[in-house]
């Protein structure tokens, strides 16, 4: 915050921050294709992760901080705000970016929530009476303490990304309340939550975006809670029809979110744990929540029930909590897994070095996981100059595959020794060494979606290689939803699972991985991006490209074609590992072919481009 401040108010800073981007931007930056005749392949594979952080020190200061800076000058005018009003105004533009990275697969709608707090004294009672209305604003005056909630919805069917959040910004910098809030600039405390919703239960409606709320109105007998919730609670309508909601409460039964607002709001604090306990295990179902209660809006609940996204990360202003780690790379380096079935009560009023997490189950706290790197940023998901990110994407293609080809592939061995031409690919030895010990003797493909598709073809291409070898070695295609009804045994000691996944984070394939793994089963992920959920369960990740090729337009095109070459190296590699001594070396793929391919794709797309379509009547794909 601090840096910020300094680079908000001080021209001289941004200057120095200007010569540095312009020094930086002069740096050749070798591309990949200068690589790729490099002997050396598994010491410029690494180079690209090197090239990919200096190109995050430059989006960071050439792209980020710019807008950031533009975002938060747009609020001030000509007003003399506070540094509270000002960290406020940059917490707001984090969240809506983060709720932007997050919305990369499309969402329906959008809710941005503040929980304010302030100092009960004689200003600030002035200013509530002048600007807070009770009852929209679920003001509650007490002894020491002034809360108040404001909130902005927005919901749209149909849109592209950032419609959401552009709408919500409209809306906030339409609030009076919101501008008087700033020109206040003095808060006790702020909860700033946001979420973004793709709907599962209930309409596409502003009732149905989150947050939901106890209450129509404030009280003086109930708190008021606000429910943000991604996943589904299975027993959502018992718990609604349990608590006999009155008159005051929120008569709208279609949202699951609105039993935990519900079953909550006899909660009188944080603090008795086992009474919190008691009320987690009344809720059926696989979801993250976040619940604040206006009895004290310091305190936020964090629940995580089964198999949902959740993870966090500090810096030293604040704590970020996210369904993604895309949602927390613009504010920390390093994210930590929030562990499942457990829950923790944050006070915002204090960052810890350890967040205290519960088991929802005993009376065992759950120790924080492991710190990993942040090894991503919101650059992976810049537009750059092209007008639909299925255009830029398709665009990419030939990139990707070289990328992919660059990190496992030295087309220019010349060794007589075949294995010479792969890299990276050693994590593969150990389960290669139990297929020839017959200790493994199945092999699973599996993906949901355009990435099943590809599992299909890279089993094929693997019981192609295979079948003079090992024709006993089972090696199929499942798609995810139905292999955790079919393909699971009590000892699945024998099988290796390869998941295709682009984001990492679809449900059917990562419980199948997740119950497979738990019964013996080896596993391994064909990722897209890195940090993805999937990561975080299986065995080993091969990434395609560099693992920063996210794909954004709901059609798969760049990642099922690299999915499908990363396969076809896999293949071979297995080839040569598992080949009898009567086989020749000629059966892999010619890896010279291989590289050919980004070339032979570019070509396409080029010549693709000179068709002038529109003036084509009728055409098809």
């Known amino acids: 915050d601090y840096n910020f401040l300094f680079y908000l108010k001080s021209k001289s800073e941004r200057s120095i921050i200007k010569n540095i981007l312009t020094k930086l931007r002069k740096i050749k930056v070798n ?17 690209l992760d090197k090239e990919n952080k200096l190109l995050d020190v430059e989006w960071f200061l050439g792209e980020e901080l710019n807008y950031r800076y533009n975002f938060v000058k747009s609020f001030i005018k000509n007003q003399n705000l506070t540094d509270s009003s000002l960290i406020l105004l940059k917490s707001l533009n984090s969240i809506i970016n983060a709720n932007n990275l997050l919305e990369m697969r499309g969402r329906d709608s959008l809710g941005v929530y503040f929980n304010v707090e302030l100092t009960n004294n004689k200003h600030n009672l002035g200013w509530v009476n002048k600007n807070v209305k009770h009852e929209i604003y679920f003001l509650k005056i007490k002894e020491k303490k002034i809360n108040f909630s404001l909130y902005f919805k ?15 910004i409209k809306q906030i910098r339409k609030s009076k309340l919101f501008i008087s809030l700033l020109d206040l600039g003095k808060f006790e405390n702020i909860n700033l939550i946001t979420h973004t919703r793709w709907a599962s239960v209930g309409k596409i409606n502003e009732a149905n975006t989150h947050p939901l709320i106890n209450l129509n109105k404030v009280s003086t007998t109930t708190p008021t809670v606000f429910s943000s919730m991604n996943g589904d609670i299975y027993n959502y309508k ?22 935990l607002s519900f079953l909550f709001s006899s909660l009188s604090n944080f603090n008795n744990i086992s009474k919190i306990k008691k009320m987690i295990n009344k809720i059926e179902g696989s979801f993250v929540s976040f619940i604040t209660s206006d009895i004290d809006f ?25 369904s993604d780690v895309y949602g927390i790379v613009e504010e920390c380096d390093h994210y930590y897994e929030f562990q499942k ?35 991503i940023s919101s650059r992976d998901i810049s537009k750059k100059n092209y007008e639909y990110y299925l255009e830029k994407e398709i665009t990419e293609s030939p990139e990707i595959i070289k990328k992919t080809i660059f990190r496992y592939y030295n087309k220019l061995n010349t060794s007589k020794n075949s294995l010479k031409y792969f890299s990276n690919l050693s994590l593969l030895d150990k389960y290669i060494d139990l297929v020839k010990e017959k200790k493994i003797d199945r092999i699973i493909f599996t993906g949901m979606g355009t990435c099943y598709t590809a ?21 199929n295609a499942v798609i995810a939803s139905e292999a955790s009804a079919f393909e699971l045994n009590q000892n699945m000691s024998n099988t290796l699972i390869c998941a295709v996944a682009q984001s990492g984070t679809t449900k059917d394939t990562n419980i199948f991985i997740q119950i497979a793994k738990s019964r013996n089963a080896k596993t391994i992920a064909l990722l897209n991006k890195r940090n993805g959920d999937i990561s975080h369960i299986v065995d080993e990740t091969l990434y395609i490209g560099d693992g920063r090729d996210v794909e954004m337009a709901v059609p798969s095109t760049k990642t099922y074609t690299a999915h499908v070459i990363l396969g076809m190296i896999i293949s071979n590699y297995f ?43 009728n055409w098809f794909i």
């Open 31 to 47: 591309k990949l294709n200068q690589f790729v005749d490099t002997k050396n392949i598994e010491k410029h594979s690494g180079y």
């Open 238 to 259: 018992k718990i609604i029809n349990d608590y006999k909601p009155k008159k005051h409460f929120n008569q709208n039964k279609s949202s699951d979110t609105l039993s």
């Open 575 to 617: 080839f040569l590992k598992l080949k009898k001594k009567s086989q020749q070396d000629s059966l892999i793929s010619d890896p010279k072919s291989i590289s050919e391919i980004p070339n032979q794709i570019k070509k396409t797309i080029n010549d693709f481009q000179k068709i002038k379509i529109n003036k084509i009547k």
């Open 455 to 475: 599992a299909e073809s890279i089993a094929e291409l693997l019981r192609n290689k295979l079948n003079t070898a090992l024709p006993s070695l089972d090696i």
């Open 341 to 375: 079935n457990a829950f923790c009560i944050i006070d915002t009023k204090k960052i810890e070095d350890n967040i205290l997490i519960n088991n929802c189950f005993d009376k065992k706290n759950v120790s924080n996981s492991k710190k990993r790197d942040t090894e």
């Open 154 to 168: 927005y919901h749209n069917v149909y849109g592209a990304l950032g419609d959401n959040s552009n709408n919500i």
């Open 298 to 322: 310091s305190k936020v609940l964090i629940i995580k029930k089964g198999n949902q996204g959740l993870y966090y990360g500090k810096n030293s202003d604040r704590i970020i909590f996210s």
